[in-house]
């Protein structure tokens, strides 16, 4: 079955209003950096520049600054300079929409309308579905793909593309931008902290989306990012898939799944997915969420801001006695 095209050309990526769009995009909440004033200073030169070396295709994508966060594990990121975040985004506001169109509804991660929440959501339903109204045990196939940013191989994902577009110059530019970044080994790994790679990397794994929708025919799946779950009524179904997902993987994408990541459980038992432990009628925060909570609120002595985001967070689950809590440590009662 042939691919739908893209159909716009590379002219439309670079031309002078794209660019200046991308900035406007780029810019919001940023106009207090450094980086982005000295840019913005001279503006409409910097665009032309970057607009002219695209054109005659001299561009070269330039490094990355590289520093580590704790989101809530360790991270590398690795930012690159203004002028090509600012070309990252007019690319992606071009490429985004055709392909967010090609992804399984039940892909979560890095799309407009989606988000953790809605995909927590969506574990709710298929676990009342998987399990016929609650009249038998329903289980549950949860994985993660191990290293899955610093794994992605730029030849394979190269090849994806190029089944979806045919313009031979946006290939070059993507392959540019992909090209700048090696995380073990040259041809493998992308940046976590471009906006490109939050796209590319879906496209990457929708691959793996349709191989569990269409070839295993698994109606109840769900992905966010590397993380992902299958639900049944049939346990031996889920234990029969997990060869032809790691094999698919493998042999398709370059990548594995985690070995010490890979279970099936009853969603009785409790599956810890997206910072909480879901269970069929109710979910609660995971025991290490929590901790990193109250340490933060420690560590900030309860800024509102903070407290506000907290409280936001637990409303999504079963969390009443710990919202009380953190207004008595934000009110000063519990020290």
């Not at 801001?305 to 009662?333: C, D, F, W």
Request: charged residues 30%; aromatic residues 12%.
């Amino acid at each position: 079955m042939p691919h739908i095209q893209y159909i716009h050309a590379y002219e439309d990526i670079i031309s002078l209003d794209n660019l200046l769009g991308a900035w406007k995009e780029f810019v919001r909440g940023k106009r207090g950096r450094s980086d982005v004033q000295d840019f913005q200073l001279h503006l409409f030169d910097n665009l032309d520049s970057l607009h002219e070396d695209l054109e005659k295709k001299i561009y070269q994508h330039g490094g990355y600054e590289s520093f580590k966060v704790n989101d809530p594990k360790p991270r590398d990121i690795h930012k690159a300079c203004v002028r090509d975040r600012v070309l990252h985004r007019a690319l992606y506001r071009t490429l985004y929409p055709f392909f967010d169109c090609l992804f399984t509804t039940d892909s979560f991660s890095c799309r407009n309308d989606k988000g953790t929440h809605k995909a927590m959501d969506r574990f709710k339903a298929f676990g009342y579905k998987a399990s016929r109204n609650r009249t038998c045990t329903a289980w549950v196939l949860k994985g993660d793909i191990r290293k899955f940013f610093a794994s992605i191989d730029h030849g394979v994902l190269l090849d994806i593309l190029s089944h979806y577009i045919l313009d031979d110059d946006i290939i070059w530019l993507i392959n540019e931008i992909v090209s700048s970044f090696n995380s073990t080994k040259a041809g493998v790994g992308l940046p976590l902290g471009n906006l490109t790679s939050q796209l590319l990397t879906n496209v990457y794994m929708n691959e793996f989306d349709q191989f569990i929708k269409h070839e295993l025919k698994m109606k109840y799946y769900i992905r966010y990012a590397d993380d992902f779950v299958v639900m049944s009524n049939n346990r031996d179904q889920l234990a029969e898939i997990i060869r032809k997902l790691q094999e698919y993987l493998f042999d398709n994408l370059k990548l594995t799944i985690h070995p010490d990541k890979i279970y099936i459980k009853t969603i009785a038992s409790g599956i810890d997915y997206l910072g909480w432990v879901h269970f069929p009628d109710h979910r609660v925060l995971r025991t290490t969420t929590k901790r990193r909570m109250f340490r933060n609120l420690k560590e900030k002595k309860s800024k509102v801001e903070t407290v506000q985001s907290y409280l936001g967070l637990l409303k999504h689950g079963n969390a009443h006695k710990l919202e009380e809590r953190i207004k008595e440590i934000s009110s000063g009662k519990i020290l």
